[in-house]
Each structure stands twice: as C-alpha cells, then as structure tokens.
Nanobody
Framework: QVQLVESGGGLVQAGGSLRLSCAAS????????MGWFRQAPGKEREFVGN????????YYADSVKGRFTISRDKFKNTVYLQMNSLKPEDTALYYC???????????????WGQGTQVTVSS
C-alpha cells in the first residue's frame, strides 16, 4: 500500500504563493500519474492538475493554468504543487493522489493523501 502525505498548506494573502509537497512511502512507488485535487467546503472534489511520473508531462485545469505548476522529484518520491498568484477562490483542502493511468477524475486515482489546507485571504 502506498502512503501519500501532503504538507505545505497554510494561510496566505491573495496574490501570494505557496508550495505544496506530497511525499510517497510504502511499496515501490511506480505510479503512471500523480494528481492534485482540491475540495472547498460544500463543493465536490475537483481536479487541479497531473504529472506523468516517468517523463514529467503535465496537464492542468483551466482555473489554475498559468498560475500553478506541478513537478516531481523521482529520487525523493515527492511531487510538488507550486501555486502563484493565489486567489480567495483557491481556498480548499488540497489532496495528492496516484494513478496507474492518465486521468482527471477522482475515480481515476486509487491512492490518496489526507489533504493539506490552503486558505487565501482577500
């Protein structure tokens, strides 16, 4: 079983930046894709972006494109979410997840972290 642990969340003013980390441990970690999702109170969990673990290709939701960047460190088994130009509407619990194939929906991913809270004040 793969364990995923997110960190780096916090409170930031609008326009600011945060970098989230997701560290994986457990059995040999060879996902096909890693993804980031977020869930605001009263809303469904939504896709933020994903990264191909092998060659590093990325894909983003339109709402974060140009502001958020996903990267990974294969030696540290860690994926990152760099968030710039944050807006109050980015406030949510952010989750990382692992998948055996390319995906953008919750059901595409089979391992999840517990989430880290990001709050953006106006």
């Amino acid at each position: 079983q793969v364990q995923l642990v997110e960190s780096g969340g916090g409170l930031v003013q609008a326009g600011g930046s945060l970098r989230l980390s997701c560290a994986a441990s457990g059995r040999p970690f060879t996902p096909y894709h890693m993804g980031w999702f977020r869930q605001a109170p009263g809303k469904e969990r939504e896709f933020v972006g994903n990264i191909n673990w092998g060659y590093g290709g990325t894909y983003y939701a339109d709402s974060v494109k140009g502001r958020f960047t996903i990267s990974r460190d294969k030696f540290k088994n860690t994926v990152y979410l760099q968030m710039n130009s944050l807006k109050p509407e980015d406030t949510a619990l952010y989750y990382c997840a692992a998948a055996a194939h390319w995906g953008v929906t919750v059901t595409d991913f089979n391992s999840w972290g517990q989430g880290t809270q990001v709050t953006v004040s106006s």
